[in-house]
Structures are given as structure tokens and as C-alpha cells.
């Protein structure tokens, strides 16, 4: 070393930023190693952004029916329409609504409830899975054989089947104000297993560990051993599934909004763009199916991604 | 004054296959016994340790001791106070206080996700004790410094972390240490050091330890009195020295004669001969007696009780009739 120039002042000792050794961690670093992970989270990071900012994108407001025009009915994308000459970078549908604008708003809705969908389905299968874990016995038995029951039906089934409850006990004028609600319970309650499962398997691992029987010698109780101590252990693989069952719940609200149970046509997601737009896919007007599904493909593949770059850079045994 | 005091503790764990499976094969169930009708005493301010071979109960004891198990038979007081059957509250409180442990593994006994200063506060601050400057002074009690309270466990050692359990175990000013292999997963170097705090501390605070291990080397350091268990049976009790100078069951001199010495380097090293036998099954009357040199036909017959013998107390029918093959 001896032989070397001197490369200049000595370096600096002050302790590194947040952001310095956010960016130096081995999650940051596999994310840059990984071109399929970096493109997924911009393309999620900018259709989210859309949808956030919606009202400032769009340049219509799709549910505005005073700024509808009905002779812009079917205007494909990117050609004047023949009788008032606007141009629609997307096209138009049937009222003239333009497509780019309900795509955004729509976007709005899916991300909506797949958002918190897998907000309630993850609260609920994490509080269950740690007490059918920690707790053990017959409250185990009877959280993890329900579980078992539910996963043997298809998840759409059940959504289906909250749906049709809901319906019949709503009375009819709410029904489209509490839509939106309805659709996130029926998505929400079929996907709670599969959390309540890891949840359980890794509280069963953690909680057998001398850390936990350090906090039962001093009297602490089972809820704060459940909370704060065992709690933060699990969390990496709840991060993991909780992306992916946001893929799973815009596709689940999707196909809900498609057999048109899901969120009503006045407040339009996806799927019910979709639903809408099939009607006219063989009178020729494409466009009015194909960008939002492109949209919701795109949505849904990224987020996919994400969650599986996510799963093998927390995984321990693939590094 | 006795700090603890056990008396007649057994602990019989069920391990048969599930209530199912055991219908539809007619196995019968399976009842392990770990723990077998131990009793002893640990006098205030001493060292008491328990040794044995893996699977002798040594950690069964400890924790029905601190009380995260529950014995089958017999009872555990500390101060005079039975934690199983007492039913105050502030009673149960006060002596939980009084009791701390050291774990083993220092890389499980620690939370990964808390910071060092939270871990090491927490017996204090879940009873909303007084926690200011608290993790501060125990870390530097055990050679650590002020500033690692605000780090994570996985930045330090093994042997750091050992320290830093020793620290939690301090917070709540205890009587009591119960330290379950505290140096077994450690290298030799930071054993000693480990070891040595320990040993600082006790007299610093007036400590009463209860020390598990298996490492004899350890245990002549450390102790005021060694207890040999074999199959959850306390077997011979005694000073360190006499234990190691004329130790009365032959168990005990097996046990001695495998261990190896610094001062009689070259000499040769007697491995202890059979295996410790299955626990569900235990062997009739004193459970050594399979392996046991100087076993009789009474030995088969009648487990013999602990009585008093020389310096301590031995549970054997032909006790001090054993020599040392390596004493020199």
C-alpha cells in the first residue's frame, strides 16, 4: 500500500445518510441488479401516479355528463371526428365519453379497491394467523380448518357469493353508493387465508424462540408478545404476499366488474370499461375494449413482477 | 438463607402421536419424564450448577425454576413463594422481578427488529419502571458502550451479545440469574470473558446464580456447589473440589475421567462408555446401572434415595467405592 500515490484527504467519518445506506442495502442493490424489477416499478410507479392525479390528466372528467358530447360518440383514436372535428388520443365510446380520461378515472377505482381489499385482507388474516399461532389449541384448530374449507372454493365464488348477500340485504338505493365497499369485503374476505397461513407458520417458528421466552419470564402479556415482539418477525413474507394479492385483487375486481357485480357504471373500473366495451368489439369500435385491458394488463403484470422480484430478494435461501 | 429451594420436582412431558393416530393404531400414550424427583437448595449470594449430559433435564429444571413451565409433581419456592400456586398478584410481580434468565443461543434470545437499548430496558420499562439512562449504565457494566443502545443485535458478536443479555438480565435488579448454557455457544476466548463478568457482577451485586451446563471445565470455575443429573435424577452433590478430587457416584467419576485437563496434558482420556438410555423407558431401580462399573443386583431393584455423604450428597448404593482412573 506503501507505494501508492496519495489519493487526497482522508475519507469522511460522519455517518452515512438515511438515503445513503438505503440505497448501500442489499434489498437497493438487488433491485438495481435486476432490469425486470426496475422497469416494473416505473411502469407501476407511473400508473399509479395517473391515477392519483387523474383529475389533472384527463382532459375530460369522464362522470361530468355537462362536459359530454353525444356526437362524439365513436371517434377512433387519433382521428377528427367527422362531425365536430375533435381529436381523441384514445378514441371515444358510445356517449362520447373519451376513453384516455376514463381509463385514468377507471384506473382510479381498480387501484382503489385492490388497495384496500388487501388492506382488510391482510389486517384479518395477520391477526388471525398469529393467533392461531401463538395461541395454539382449539383456536388454532377452528382458524386454520376454516381457512382450509374456504381455500377448496374457487375465490371468486366467494366473492361472488358475499356479493349476493349483499345485495339482497342492501336496500336498492344505496346499493351503488356501498358498491365499492360490497366489492372490497367479497375480494377481501376471499384472500385472508393465504396470509393468515404464512402468518401462522412463521409465528409457530418465532415464537419458540428464547427472545419470546425472555418477554414471558418478565410478565409480559400474550398481546404484547403477539404485537410487538413476534409481529415485526413476521412481516417480510406478509410484504411479499400483500404485493401479489394486489395483482390478484385488481384482476379479481376486474373479472367482478366484467360478470357485472362489481363496481356500477357510474363509477366505472376497469373491468366494467371492459364489460362496456366488449359490447362494441365486433360492431368494429376496438378501441373502447382494448386500451383498458392494455391498461389493466399492464397494471397487473407490473405489480406481478414486483411481488416476485420482492419474494426471492427477502428469500434468505436464494441469496 | 436458602433464595430457592426445590423440593421433590418432577416434570413428565406427553410426547405420544396425536389423539388420532393413537385410536387408530392403539399405540398407548407416551409419557417422557425429564425431570425426576429433585430436590436442592441454593443458599443467597452462591453459584449453583447443574450438570449433565444432553437430555439429563438440566434446562427442564431451569425452567420450571423462572417458572415458563409448570412442574408435574413437586413445587419450586423462591423466597418462600410458589409462582404455580400463588394467587396475589403484586406477590407474583415482586418475585417475577427477582428472577432473570440467560439464554443460550445469544442469536435467538435476542429480538432482531428492536434496538439494543429497547431490548435491554424492557423488564423494566414493561412494569413502567424508570428506564432514563438505564440501558446506558448496563451496557457499560458489561464492557459494552453508551452508544450501542441505539444499534440492532445483528451488529454485534456472539460474544457482545451474550454481553447484552447479561445487561437485560441485570435491568430489573434481580436475585436470581438462571443461566442455561450461558458460554456454550461461544469460542473458548470470549467464554472466559463472559464467564469472568459474570463472576464480577455477582459479587458487585449479590447475584445468586443457578448455572446449567455441560462443561465441567466451566462449572469448576464458576460454582459454590455442582449437582450431576443423568436422566432427570440428581444423582451426587458437592463442592466443586470434592466432586473433583473423590467424586462418590460412579457417574460422576465417569464424567470427570472424560473431561480433558490442562494440567495433565498427554494424559490419556477415559470416554465414558454406553449411551444415556431412552427416557420414556427408563431402566428399574437406579437409572445408571447399565452403565454403572460397580453395579449389584440391588441397583436393578431399588433407585437409590440422596443421602448425605462426605461433603454433600450422594443417591448411590455403593457410594465413594469408585477411584478416579486418571487421578494421578
Redesign the interface.
Known amino acids: 500500500m506503501s507505494d501508492l500515490p496519495d489519493t487526497g484527504p482522508a475519507p469522511e467519518t460522519a455517518p452515512p445518510s438515511r438515503w445513503k445506506t438505503a440505497w448501500d442495502s442489499d434489498i437497493a442493490y438487488s433491485f438495481r441488479q435486476s432490469p425486470v424489477a426496475v422497469i416494473a416499478a416505473i411502469v407501476t410507479l407511473i400508473l399509479i401516479l395517473s391515477a392519483v392525479f387523474a383529475p389533472w390528466i384527463a382532459t375530460t372528467n369522464p362522470f361530468d355528463p355537462a362536459s359530454l358530447n353525444l356526437m362524439n360518440g365513436f371517434s377512433p383514436p387519433g382521428v377528427p371526428n367527422q362531425f365536430t372535428g375533435e381529436t381523441f388520443l384514445l378514441g371515444t365510446d358510445d356517449q362520447g365519453r373519451d376513453v384516455f380520461s376514463t381509463i385514468l378515472y377507471g384506473m382510479r377505482i381498480s387501484l382503489f379497491v385492490g388497495f384496500m381489499a388487501v388492506l382488510f385482507a391482510m389486517v384479518l388474516g395477520v391477526g388471525l394467523g398469529l393467533l392461531a399461532g401463538y395461541v395454539g389449541g382449539w383456536t388454532e384448530t377452528i382458524i386454520m380448518r376454516v381457512a382450509d374449507i374456504q381455500l377448496t372454493l374457487p375465490s371468486i365464488l366467494v366473492a361472488l357469493l358475499i356479493f349476493g348477500i349483499a345485495r339482497g340485504v342492501i336496500p336498492i338505493e344505496y346499493r351503488d353508493q356501498v358498491a365499492i365497499w360490497v366489492l372490497i369485503l367479497a375480494i377481501g374476505l376471499s384472500d385472508w387465508v393465504q396470509f393468515a397461513r404464512v402468518v401462522r407458520g412463521a409465528t409457530l417458528v418465532e415464537k419458540n424462540?428464547?427472545?419470546v421466552?425472555?418477554?414471558?419470564?418478565?410478565?409480559?402479556s400474550s398481546w404484547?408478545i403477539m404485537f410487538k415482539?413476534i409481529l415485526?418477525?413476521v412481516l417480510s413474507p406478509v410484504l411479499v404476499i400483500a404485493t401479489i394479492s394486489l395483482a390478484l385483487a385488481i384482476i379479481a375486481e376486474a373479472t367482478l366488474s366484467f360478470l357485472g357485480v362489481g363496481a356500477p357504471p357510474t363509477q366505472p373500473s376497469l373491468g366494467t370499461l371492459i364489460r362496456i366495451g366488449q359490447d362494441f368489439l365486433f360492431s368494429g369500435e376496438w378501441w373502447i375494449l382494448f386500451f383498458p385491458a392494455v391498461t389493466l394488463l399492464a397494471l397487473a403484470l407490473s405489480v406481478n413482477l414486483l411481488g416476485d422480484w420482492l419474494r426471492d430478494a427477502l428469500n434468505p435461501r436464494l441469496r | 438463607m436458602n433464595l430457592v429451594r426445590v423440593s421433590r420436582l418432577s416434570r413428565v412431558f406427553d410426547v405420544s402421536k396425536p389423539w388420532l393416530n393413537r385410536v387408530i393404531e392403539r399405540l398407548p400414550k407416551r409419557l417422557l419424564t425429564a425431570v425426576s424427583d429433585v430436590s436442592f437448595d441454593i443458599p443467597e449470594r452462591t453459584t449453583y450448577a447443574l450438570v449433565g449430559e444432553s437430555g439429563s433435564g438440566k434446562s427442564t429444571i431451569g425452567k420450571m425454576v423462572v417458572g415458563l413451565l409448570r412442574p408435574s409433581d413437586g413445587n419450586v419456592e423462591i423466597e418462600g413463594v410458589d409462582l404455580a400456586t400463588e394467587s396475589d398478584e403484586t406477590t407474583i410481580e415482586r418475585i417475577r422481578s427477582d428472577i432473570q434468565m440467560i439464554f443460550q443461543d445469544p442469536f435467538a434470545s435476542l429480538n432482531p427488529r428492536w434496538r439494543v437499548g429497547d431490548i435491554i430496558t424492557e423488564p423494566v420499562a414493561a412494569r413502567g419502571g424508570d428506564t432514563e439512562g438505564l440501558a446506558a449504565r448496563l451496557l457499560e457494566q458489561v464492557g459494552l458502550s453508551a452508544e450501542d443502545a441505539s444499534k440492532y443485535p445483528h451488529q454485534f458478536s456472539g460474544g457482545q451479545r451474550q454481553r447484552i443479555c447479561v445487561a437485560r438480565a441485570l435491568a430489573s435488579e434481580p436475585k436470581l440469574i438462571v443461566c442455561d448454557e450461558p458460554t456454550s455457544a461461544l469460542d473458548v476466548s470470549v467464554q472466559a470473558q463472559v464467564l469472568n463478568l459474570m463472576s464480577d457482577l455477582k459479587d458487585e451485586h449479590g447475584l445468586t446464580y443457578l448455572f446449567i451446563s455441560h462443561d465441567l471445565t466451566v462449572v469448576r470455575h464458576m460454582a459454590d456447589t455442582i449437582g450431576v443429573l443423568y436422566l432427570g435424577r440428581l444423582l451426587e452433590e458437592a463442592p466443586p473440589d470434592a466432586l473433583f478430587t473423590e467424586p462418590a457416584h460412579p457417574y460422576s467419576a465417569m464424567l470427570i475421567d472424560a473431561a480433558p485437563r490442562l494440567d495433565a496434558f498427554g494424559r490419556e482420556v477415559v470416554p465414558p462408555e454406553g449411551e444415556i438410555p431412552d427416557p420414556i423407558d427408563p431402566p428399574t431401580g437406579c437409572a445408571f446401572h447399565p452403565r454403572c462399573p460397580i453395579a449389584t443386583d440391588i441397583c436393578k431393584q431399588e433407585r437409590p434415595p440422596l443421602e448425605a455423604f462426605g461433603a454433600g450428597r450422594v443417591a448411590c448404593h455403593h457410594a465413594g467405592q469408585v477411584r478416579l482412573k486418571g487421578a494421578a
Open positions: 424462540k428464547e427472545y421466552q425472555a418477554a414471558r419470564l418478565i410478565g409480559r404484547a415482539h415485526p418477525n
